[in-house]
Protein backbone atom coordinates (compact mmCIF):
# COMPACT_ATOMS: atom_id res chain seq x y z
CA UNK A 1 0.00 0.00 0.00
CA UNK A 2 -0.62 3.17 1.34
CA UNK A 3 -3.47 2.93 -1.57
CA UNK A 4 -4.55 -0.63 -3.30
CA UNK A 5 -6.66 -1.18 -5.70
CA UNK A 6 -7.56 -5.00 -6.09
CA UNK A 7 -9.71 -5.73 -9.27
CA UNK A 8 -11.21 -8.15 -11.14
CA UNK A 9 -9.43 -9.23 -14.43
CA UNK A 10 -11.67 -10.79 -15.96
CA UNK A 11 -15.69 -10.97 -15.73
CA UNK A 12 -15.91 -11.31 -12.28
CA UNK A 13 -16.38 -14.46 -9.53
CA UNK A 14 -12.41 -14.00 -9.95
CA UNK A 15 -11.41 -14.52 -5.93
CA UNK A 16 -11.06 -11.13 -5.01
CA UNK A 17 -12.66 -11.53 -1.64
CA UNK A 18 -10.19 -13.57 -0.62
CA UNK A 19 -7.43 -11.84 -1.65
CA UNK A 20 -9.06 -8.67 -0.01
CA UNK A 21 -9.21 -10.42 3.18
CA UNK A 22 -5.61 -11.73 2.92
CA UNK A 23 -4.41 -7.89 2.55
CA UNK A 24 -6.40 -6.50 4.65
CA UNK A 25 -4.49 -7.72 7.54
CA UNK A 26 -2.16 -4.92 7.44
CA UNK A 27 -4.72 -2.17 6.10
CA UNK A 28 -6.06 -0.22 8.28
CA UNK A 29 -9.19 0.93 5.77
CA UNK A 30 -10.92 -1.28 3.13
CA UNK A 31 -12.92 0.32 0.66
CA UNK A 32 -15.91 -0.94 -1.54
CA UNK A 33 -16.43 1.44 -4.37
CA UNK A 34 -19.06 0.15 -6.76
CA UNK A 35 -21.90 -1.82 -7.52
CA UNK A 36 -24.56 -3.35 -5.36
CA UNK A 37 -26.28 -6.77 -3.92
CA UNK A 38 -25.44 -8.24 -7.18
CA UNK A 39 -21.94 -8.95 -5.65
CA UNK A 40 -20.79 -11.72 -3.87
CA UNK A 41 -17.17 -12.04 -2.40
CA UNK A 42 -17.25 -15.44 -0.80
CA UNK A 43 -13.92 -15.82 2.10
CA UNK A 44 -13.21 -18.81 4.34
CA UNK A 45 -11.23 -18.91 7.66
CA UNK A 46 -11.13 -21.14 9.64
CA UNK A 47 -13.48 -23.89 7.97
CA UNK A 48 -16.36 -21.25 8.42
CA UNK A 49 -17.78 -19.61 5.47
CA UNK A 50 -18.36 -15.96 4.76
CA UNK A 51 -20.22 -14.37 1.95
CA UNK A 52 -20.52 -10.67 1.72
CA UNK A 53 -22.30 -9.06 -0.66
CA UNK A 54 -22.01 -5.05 -0.07
CA UNK A 55 -19.45 -4.87 3.25
CA UNK A 56 -16.03 -5.25 2.52
CA UNK A 57 -14.12 -8.36 2.86
CA UNK A 58 -11.53 -6.56 5.14
CA UNK A 59 -14.59 -7.14 7.83
CA UNK A 60 -13.67 -10.33 8.99
CA UNK A 61 -9.90 -8.67 10.34
CA UNK A 62 -10.27 -6.54 13.75
CA UNK A 63 -8.05 -4.09 12.57
CA UNK A 64 -9.81 -2.73 9.67
CA UNK A 65 -12.17 0.54 9.72
CA UNK A 66 -14.43 -0.64 6.21
CA UNK A 67 -15.82 2.17 4.21
CA UNK A 68 -18.52 1.76 1.48
CA UNK A 69 -18.23 4.42 -1.40
CA UNK A 70 -20.86 6.83 -2.86
CA UNK A 71 -20.22 4.48 -5.79
CA UNK A 72 -21.62 1.63 -4.50
CA UNK A 73 -25.86 1.01 -4.61
CA UNK A 74 -26.99 -0.18 -1.33
CA UNK A 75 -29.92 -2.48 -0.60
CA UNK A 76 -30.45 -1.36 2.95
CA UNK A 77 -32.65 -4.49 3.28
CA UNK A 78 -30.03 -7.09 2.52
CA UNK A 79 -27.49 -4.01 4.24
CA UNK A 80 -28.88 -5.08 7.68
CA UNK A 81 -29.30 -8.90 7.16
CA UNK A 82 -25.57 -8.73 6.36
CA UNK A 83 -24.40 -6.79 9.49
CA UNK A 84 -26.78 -8.91 12.01
CA UNK A 85 -25.38 -11.74 10.38
CA UNK A 86 -21.69 -10.96 11.00
CA UNK A 87 -22.36 -9.54 14.51
CA UNK A 88 -24.31 -12.89 15.33
CA UNK A 89 -20.80 -14.28 14.00
CA UNK A 90 -18.91 -12.32 16.87
CA UNK A 91 -17.58 -9.42 14.22
CA UNK A 92 -18.05 -5.80 15.77
CA UNK A 93 -19.11 -4.48 12.52
CA UNK A 94 -21.07 -0.91 14.60
CA UNK A 95 -17.47 0.01 15.29
CA UNK A 96 -16.12 -0.44 12.34
CA UNK A 97 -18.12 0.69 9.09
CA UNK A 98 -19.01 4.07 7.63
CA UNK A 99 -20.89 4.63 4.78
CA UNK A 100 -21.20 7.23 2.42
CA UNK A 101 -24.17 9.74 2.79
CA UNK A 102 -23.91 10.08 -0.90
CA UNK A 103 -24.33 6.25 -2.11
CA UNK A 104 -27.51 5.45 -3.69
CA UNK A 105 -30.33 3.21 -2.40
CA UNK A 106 -31.97 0.11 -4.49
CA UNK A 107 -35.50 0.63 -3.40
CA UNK A 108 -38.72 -2.09 -3.90
CA UNK A 109 -39.76 -0.45 -7.20
CA UNK A 110 -36.04 -1.12 -8.58
CA UNK A 111 -36.61 -4.81 -8.36
CA UNK A 112 -39.76 -4.71 -9.92
CA UNK A 113 -38.66 -2.38 -13.24
CA UNK A 114 -35.65 -4.55 -13.11
CA UNK A 115 -37.67 -8.35 -13.04
CA UNK A 116 -39.66 -6.47 -15.52
CA UNK A 117 -37.03 -5.89 -17.84
CA UNK A 118 -35.85 -9.60 -17.55
CA UNK A 119 -39.16 -10.89 -18.24
CA UNK A 120 -39.22 -9.30 -21.74
CA UNK A 121 -36.92 -9.30 -24.73
CA UNK A 122 -33.80 -7.08 -23.75
CA UNK A 123 -32.81 -10.06 -21.02
CA UNK A 124 -29.09 -9.77 -20.32
CA UNK A 125 -28.91 -12.05 -17.76
CA UNK A 126 -28.92 -9.64 -14.62
CA UNK A 127 -28.65 -10.87 -10.98
CA UNK A 128 -32.55 -9.62 -10.79
CA UNK A 129 -31.70 -7.24 -7.34
CA UNK A 130 -32.68 -4.00 -8.69
CA UNK A 131 -29.29 -2.85 -9.47
CA UNK A 132 -29.04 -1.42 -13.05
CA UNK A 133 -33.04 0.45 -12.51
CA UNK A 134 -30.84 2.08 -9.42
CA UNK A 135 -28.03 3.39 -11.39
CA UNK A 136 -30.69 4.46 -13.75
CA UNK A 137 -32.25 6.83 -11.56
CA UNK A 138 -29.05 7.71 -10.30
CA UNK A 139 -27.51 8.94 -13.94
CA UNK A 140 -31.17 10.53 -14.11
CA UNK A 141 -30.99 12.07 -11.50
CA UNK A 142 -34.42 10.76 -9.72
CA UNK A 143 -31.61 8.66 -7.18
CA UNK A 144 -32.18 8.74 -3.69
CA UNK A 145 -28.83 8.77 -1.51
CA UNK A 146 -28.49 7.93 2.01
CA UNK A 147 -28.76 11.41 2.68
CA UNK A 148 -32.36 11.59 1.15
CA UNK A 149 -33.12 9.03 3.36
CA UNK A 150 -32.19 11.30 6.97
CA UNK A 151 -34.59 13.95 5.44
CA UNK A 152 -38.31 11.91 4.99
CA UNK A 153 -39.86 15.09 3.93
CA UNK A 154 -37.46 15.41 0.23
CA UNK A 155 -38.08 11.64 0.47
CA UNK A 156 -41.38 11.48 0.33
CA UNK A 157 -41.38 13.98 -2.86
CA UNK A 158 -38.36 11.74 -4.55
CA UNK A 159 -40.16 8.70 -3.87
CA UNK A 160 -43.82 10.07 -5.37
CA UNK A 161 -41.89 11.70 -8.37
CA UNK A 162 -40.15 8.03 -8.80
CA UNK A 163 -43.88 6.15 -8.29
CA UNK A 164 -45.60 8.29 -10.67
CA UNK A 165 -42.95 8.19 -13.37
CA UNK A 166 -42.47 3.97 -13.08
CA UNK A 167 -46.62 3.80 -12.98
CA UNK A 168 -46.58 2.26 -16.62
CA UNK A 169 -44.42 -0.77 -15.71
CA UNK A 170 -45.40 -1.09 -11.92
CA UNK A 171 -49.31 -1.10 -12.79
CA UNK A 172 -49.03 -4.60 -14.15
CA UNK A 173 -47.98 -6.17 -10.75
CA UNK A 174 -51.33 -6.71 -9.11
CA UNK A 175 -52.38 -4.46 -6.89
CA UNK A 176 -51.17 -6.17 -4.00
CA UNK A 177 -47.59 -6.49 -4.71
CA UNK A 178 -47.60 -2.93 -5.88
CA UNK A 179 -44.94 -0.42 -3.65
CA UNK A 180 -47.27 2.05 -2.38
CA UNK A 181 -45.71 5.33 -0.65
CA UNK A 182 -46.99 5.00 2.88
CA UNK A 183 -45.35 1.16 3.20
CA UNK A 184 -42.48 2.69 1.32
CA UNK A 185 -41.98 5.57 4.04
CA UNK A 186 -42.87 3.87 7.00
CA UNK A 187 -39.83 1.14 5.99
CA UNK A 188 -37.07 3.39 5.37
CA UNK A 189 -38.15 5.93 8.27
CA UNK A 190 -36.70 2.59 10.20
CA UNK A 191 -34.11 2.50 7.98
CA UNK A 192 -32.60 5.88 8.52
CA UNK A 193 -32.82 5.11 12.23
CA UNK A 194 -30.04 2.21 11.89
CA UNK A 195 -28.19 4.20 9.00
CA UNK A 196 -27.48 7.47 10.91
CA UNK A 197 -24.77 6.24 13.28
CA UNK A 198 -22.93 4.26 9.77
CA UNK A 199 -23.33 7.56 7.81
CA UNK A 200 -20.04 9.50 6.74
CA UNK A 201 -18.39 11.65 4.35
CA UNK A 202 -16.27 9.00 3.51
CA UNK A 203 -14.53 10.88 0.68
CA UNK A 204 -12.98 13.36 3.73
CA UNK A 205 -11.79 10.45 5.89
CA UNK A 206 -10.14 8.73 2.93
CA UNK A 207 -8.42 11.81 2.22
CA UNK A 208 -7.37 12.60 5.83
CA UNK A 209 -6.61 8.60 6.06
CA UNK A 210 -4.37 8.81 3.03
CA UNK A 211 -2.38 11.98 4.68
CA UNK A 212 -1.67 10.40 7.55
CA UNK A 213 -0.03 7.81 5.87
CA UNK A 214 -2.54 4.74 6.38
CA UNK A 215 -2.85 2.35 4.36
CA UNK A 216 -6.19 2.02 2.53
CA UNK A 217 -7.59 -0.94 0.34
CA UNK A 218 -10.04 -0.74 -2.55
CA UNK A 219 -11.77 -3.72 -2.97
CA UNK A 220 -13.82 -3.71 -6.14
CA UNK A 221 -17.24 -6.13 -7.20
CA UNK A 222 -17.82 -7.72 -10.56
CA UNK A 223 -15.02 -7.80 -13.05
CA UNK A 224 -13.56 -5.36 -15.99
CA UNK A 225 -14.92 -7.99 -18.62
CA UNK A 226 -18.61 -6.72 -16.82
CA UNK A 227 -17.56 -3.14 -17.30
CA UNK A 228 -20.30 -0.44 -18.00
CA UNK A 229 -17.60 1.28 -20.59
CA UNK A 230 -14.76 -1.30 -21.09
CA UNK A 231 -16.79 -4.30 -20.99
CA UNK A 232 -18.82 -6.40 -23.50
CA UNK A 233 -21.70 -4.16 -23.42
CA UNK A 234 -24.17 -4.40 -23.47
CA UNK A 235 -24.12 -7.90 -21.59
CA UNK A 236 -22.41 -6.24 -18.38
CA UNK A 237 -22.51 -4.82 -14.78
CA UNK A 238 -23.66 -1.10 -14.72
CA UNK A 239 -20.88 0.42 -12.86
CA UNK A 240 -17.28 0.90 -13.60
CA UNK A 241 -15.78 -2.09 -12.20
CA UNK A 242 -12.72 -1.67 -13.67
CA UNK A 243 -9.92 0.64 -11.76
CA UNK A 244 -10.52 3.91 -12.46
CA UNK A 245 -13.74 3.56 -10.27
CA UNK A 246 -12.22 3.27 -6.85
CA UNK A 247 -11.56 7.41 -7.84
CA UNK A 248 -15.15 8.13 -8.49
CA UNK A 249 -16.59 5.80 -6.38
CA UNK A 250 -14.36 7.17 -3.33
CA UNK A 251 -13.99 10.13 -3.84
CA UNK A 252 -9.92 10.59 -3.63
CA UNK A 253 -7.89 11.61 -6.91
CA UNK A 254 -6.31 9.18 -9.26
CA UNK A 255 -2.77 10.48 -8.18
CA UNK A 256 -3.77 8.93 -4.87
CA UNK A 257 -3.21 5.42 -5.91
CA UNK A 258 0.16 3.58 -5.40
CA UNK A 259 -0.99 0.28 -6.92
CA UNK A 260 -3.32 -1.96 -9.14
CA UNK A 261 -3.71 -5.74 -8.03
CA UNK A 262 -5.87 -7.81 -11.23
CA UNK A 263 -7.55 -10.96 -9.63
CA UNK A 264 -7.46 -13.65 -12.51
CA UNK A 265 -8.68 -17.27 -12.32
CA UNK A 266 -5.66 -19.77 -13.90
CA UNK A 267 -9.20 -20.31 -16.21
CA UNK A 268 -12.20 -18.75 -16.58
CA UNK A 269 -15.58 -18.06 -15.59
CA UNK A 270 -19.16 -16.05 -16.94
CA UNK A 271 -22.38 -15.73 -15.53
CA UNK A 272 -25.48 -14.20 -17.63
CA UNK A 273 -25.65 -13.75 -21.02
CA UNK A 274 -23.15 -12.81 -23.62
CA UNK A 275 -20.20 -14.17 -25.87
CA UNK A 276 -17.69 -16.45 -24.49
CA UNK A 277 -15.54 -17.37 -26.97
CA UNK A 278 -13.21 -19.63 -25.22
CA UNK A 279 -15.91 -21.78 -23.52
CA UNK A 280 -14.53 -25.49 -22.62
CA UNK A 281 -15.90 -28.49 -24.15
CA UNK A 282 -18.82 -29.81 -21.95
CA UNK A 283 -16.66 -32.63 -20.53
CA UNK A 284 -14.15 -29.87 -19.85
CA UNK A 285 -16.40 -27.84 -18.80
CA UNK A 286 -18.25 -29.99 -16.32
CA UNK A 287 -15.29 -31.07 -14.78
CA UNK A 288 -14.07 -27.24 -13.66
CA UNK A 289 -17.63 -26.67 -12.36
CA UNK A 290 -17.45 -29.56 -10.18
CA UNK A 291 -13.79 -28.91 -8.70
CA UNK A 292 -13.86 -24.85 -8.78
CA UNK A 293 -17.83 -25.08 -7.31
CA UNK A 294 -18.72 -22.70 -10.03
CA UNK A 295 -21.77 -21.69 -8.43
CA UNK A 296 -22.89 -17.85 -7.89
CA UNK A 297 -22.51 -16.94 -4.57
CA UNK A 298 -25.45 -14.87 -4.72
CA UNK A 299 -27.71 -15.91 -7.11
CA UNK A 300 -26.21 -20.08 -7.47
CA UNK A 301 -26.48 -19.95 -10.52
CA UNK A 302 -24.34 -22.30 -12.64
CA UNK A 303 -21.09 -20.45 -13.79
CA UNK A 304 -20.24 -21.15 -17.61
CA UNK A 305 -16.70 -22.28 -17.43
CA UNK A 306 -13.58 -21.60 -20.01
CA UNK A 307 -9.95 -21.57 -20.28
CA UNK A 308 -7.68 -18.83 -19.82
CA UNK A 309 -8.68 -15.83 -22.49
CA UNK A 310 -5.58 -14.05 -23.08
CA UNK A 311 -7.44 -10.87 -25.46
CA UNK A 312 -10.24 -10.53 -22.66
CA UNK A 313 -6.56 -10.14 -19.86
CA UNK A 314 -4.63 -8.04 -22.04
CA UNK A 315 -7.55 -5.36 -22.22
CA UNK A 316 -7.76 -6.06 -18.54
CA UNK A 317 -4.02 -5.05 -17.96
CA UNK A 318 -4.13 -1.82 -20.09
CA UNK A 319 -7.66 -0.49 -18.78
CA UNK A 320 -6.40 -1.22 -15.35
CA UNK A 321 -3.03 -0.42 -15.38
CA UNK A 322 -2.05 -3.71 -13.75
CA UNK A 323 1.45 -4.08 -11.57
CA UNK A 324 0.82 -7.43 -11.14
CA UNK A 325 -1.95 -10.54 -10.98
CA UNK A 326 -3.10 -12.94 -8.64
CA UNK A 327 -3.90 -16.22 -10.32
CA UNK A 328 -6.63 -18.55 -8.24
CA UNK A 329 -8.12 -21.64 -8.47
CA UNK A 330 -5.02 -23.17 -10.14
CA UNK A 331 -5.85 -26.39 -8.24
CA UNK A 332 -8.84 -26.47 -9.99
CA UNK A 333 -6.67 -27.53 -12.92
CA UNK A 334 -4.82 -30.73 -11.04
CA UNK A 335 -7.31 -33.12 -12.59
CA UNK A 336 -6.51 -32.13 -16.53
CA UNK A 337 -4.30 -33.84 -18.58
CA UNK A 338 -4.19 -30.95 -21.21
CA UNK A 339 -4.95 -27.46 -20.60
CA UNK A 340 -5.55 -25.16 -23.05
CA UNK A 341 -4.70 -21.20 -23.50
CA UNK A 342 -7.10 -18.85 -25.70
CA UNK A 343 -4.06 -16.62 -27.29
CA UNK A 344 -6.31 -15.04 -29.67
CA UNK A 345 -10.02 -14.27 -31.87
CA UNK A 346 -10.01 -15.22 -34.93
CA UNK A 347 -12.78 -13.69 -37.31
CA UNK A 348 -12.58 -14.57 -40.67
CA UNK A 349 -9.10 -12.76 -42.20
CA UNK A 350 -8.78 -10.08 -39.03
CA UNK A 351 -7.62 -11.68 -36.04
CA UNK A 352 -7.95 -10.06 -32.89
CA UNK A 353 -5.24 -10.07 -29.98
CA UNK A 354 -7.43 -7.78 -27.37
CA UNK A 355 -11.10 -7.86 -26.77
CA UNK A 356 -13.29 -6.06 -29.82
CA UNK A 357 -15.96 -3.64 -29.01
CA UNK A 358 -18.21 -4.93 -31.18
CA UNK A 359 -20.19 -7.30 -30.14
CA UNK A 360 -21.47 -8.67 -33.45
CA UNK A 361 -17.60 -8.83 -34.11
CA UNK A 362 -16.68 -11.01 -30.82
CA UNK A 363 -19.92 -12.93 -31.31
CA UNK A 364 -18.40 -14.73 -34.83
CA UNK A 365 -15.09 -14.80 -33.61
CA UNK A 366 -13.37 -18.37 -33.11
CA UNK A 367 -10.80 -19.25 -29.89
CA UNK A 368 -6.79 -19.56 -31.01
CA UNK A 369 -5.80 -22.08 -28.90
CA UNK A 370 -2.52 -23.66 -27.13
CA UNK A 371 -2.64 -26.51 -25.75
CA UNK A 372 -0.23 -27.08 -22.39
CA UNK A 373 0.28 -30.72 -20.73
CA UNK A 374 -1.96 -30.69 -17.30
CA UNK A 375 -0.12 -31.89 -14.81
CA UNK A 376 -2.49 -34.59 -12.83
CA UNK A 377 -1.13 -33.86 -9.08
CA UNK A 378 -2.46 -32.28 -6.32
CA UNK A 379 -0.97 -28.53 -5.68
CA UNK A 380 -3.32 -27.72 -2.19
CA UNK A 381 0.12 -28.03 -0.45
CA UNK A 382 2.23 -26.12 -2.24
CA UNK A 383 3.33 -22.92 -0.67
CA UNK A 384 6.52 -22.05 -2.74
CA UNK A 385 6.84 -22.51 -7.21
CA UNK A 386 9.29 -24.85 -6.47
CA UNK A 387 6.81 -27.43 -4.66
CA UNK A 388 4.31 -27.23 -7.86
CA UNK A 389 4.83 -29.86 -10.12
CA UNK A 390 7.01 -29.03 -13.30
CA UNK A 391 3.93 -28.49 -16.21
CA UNK A 392 2.03 -26.47 -13.25
CA UNK A 393 5.03 -23.98 -12.84
CA UNK A 394 5.36 -23.75 -16.69
CA UNK A 395 1.84 -23.04 -17.16
CA UNK A 396 2.53 -20.00 -14.85
CA UNK A 397 5.61 -19.03 -16.59
CA UNK A 398 3.64 -19.05 -19.73
CA UNK A 399 0.42 -17.00 -18.67
CA UNK A 400 3.50 -14.26 -17.60
CA UNK A 401 4.86 -14.41 -20.80
CA UNK A 402 2.10 -13.78 -22.34
CA UNK A 403 0.44 -11.37 -20.39
CA UNK A 404 3.19 -9.49 -20.03
CA UNK A 405 1.91 -8.76 -15.87
CA UNK A 406 4.01 -9.99 -13.16
CA UNK A 407 2.57 -12.60 -10.75
CA UNK A 408 2.03 -11.11 -7.30
CA UNK A 409 0.71 -14.77 -5.96
CA UNK A 410 -0.68 -18.05 -6.83
CA UNK A 411 -3.89 -19.82 -4.94
CA UNK A 412 -4.34 -23.22 -4.58
CA UNK A 413 -7.21 -23.88 -2.57
CA UNK A 414 -9.99 -21.60 -1.10
CA UNK A 415 -8.46 -21.26 2.62
CA UNK A 416 -5.99 -18.37 4.16
CA UNK A 417 -3.11 -20.22 3.97
CA UNK A 418 -3.59 -22.22 1.13
CA UNK A 419 -1.47 -19.23 -1.84
CA UNK A 420 1.96 -19.27 -2.71
CA UNK A 421 2.96 -15.66 -1.97
CA UNK A 422 5.26 -13.89 -4.86
CA UNK A 423 5.76 -10.61 -4.92
CA UNK A 424 7.05 -10.29 -0.90
CA UNK A 425 6.05 -6.44 -1.37
CA UNK A 426 2.57 -7.30 -0.96
CA UNK A 427 1.00 -6.75 2.24
CA UNK A 428 -0.09 -10.11 2.52
CA UNK A 429 -1.29 -11.82 5.39
CA UNK A 430 1.11 -13.22 7.53
CA UNK A 431 1.10 -17.27 7.79
Request: glycine residues 10%; aromatic residues 6%.
Amino acid sequence: MPALVVIGAQWGDEGKGRVVDLLSAKADLVVRYQGGANAGHTVIVGGEKFILHLIPSGVIHPNATCLIGNGVVLDPKTLFDEIDDLIARGLDVPNRLLISERAHLTLPYHLIMDKAREAGTRSIGTTQRGIGPTYTDKIARLGVRVADVLDEELLRGRVAQNLADKAPVLNLVPEADRPKLDEILATFRVYAERLKPYVADVSAVLNEALRSGKNVLFEGAQGTGLDIDFGTYPYVTSSNASAGGACTGSGIGPTKIDRVIGISKAYLTRVGLGPFPSKMEPEAEALARQRGNEYGATTGRPRDCGWFDLPLMKHSAEINGLDGVVITKLDVLDAFAEIKVCVAYQCGDTRYDRLPASLSQLAKCEPVFETMPGWEADTSAARTLADLPGNARRYLERLNALTGVPLSAVSVGPSREEIILLDETLPAYAF
